[in-house]
């Protein structure tokens, strides 16, 4: 990351960023480096600011996809569905850490904020 000049680091959902969450998070910290990533529980581990579409919401309209089928409505026939809400974690503690200040307007527009 700092030998790239990176000023700021993308997380991506997949297994090699879980797996290496602590030390990412650790090495954005240690270099001022503000992080973004595809969900909220790595924001709860410790990382600066995720937006994403709203995990739970997802799973309750696949589960409505689900009885549709059981009840013998083909798959094919069902829409493609794209995520109507989306979730803003941000943690302050993660933004003192390297030294940014988040906008009050921004906070007030998160749905959750870690202090």
């Known amino acids: 990351m700092i030998k790239a000049h990176a000023g700021a680091f993308m997380?991506?959902?997949q297994p090699t960023i879980?797996?290496?969450r602590k030390r990412i998070m650790d090495l954005a910290g240690k270099n001022r480096l503000p992080a973004m990533y595809?969900?909220?529980e790595?924001?709860?581990a410790g990382g600066l600011i995720s937006y994403a579409a709203d995990i739970s919401t997802m799973f309750r309209r696949a589960a409505t996809y689900v009885d549709k089928i059981l009840k013998g409505t083909k798959p094919a026939d069902?829409?493609?569905e794209q995520p109507m809400k989306?979730?803003?974690v941000i943690n302050l503690k993660a933004a003192k850490q390297i030294g940014?200040?988040?906008p009050q307007w921004t906070l007030m527009k998160a749905d959750r904020v870690i202090k």
């Open 86 to 88: 989306f979730e803003l």
């Open 38 to 40: 595809p969900n909220r």
């Open 78 to 80: 069902l829409p493609v």
């Open 11 to 13: 997380g991506l959902q």
């Open 42 to 44: 790595n924001v709860e």
């Open 18 to 20: 879980d797996i290496l």
């Open 100 to 102: 940014l200040t988040i």
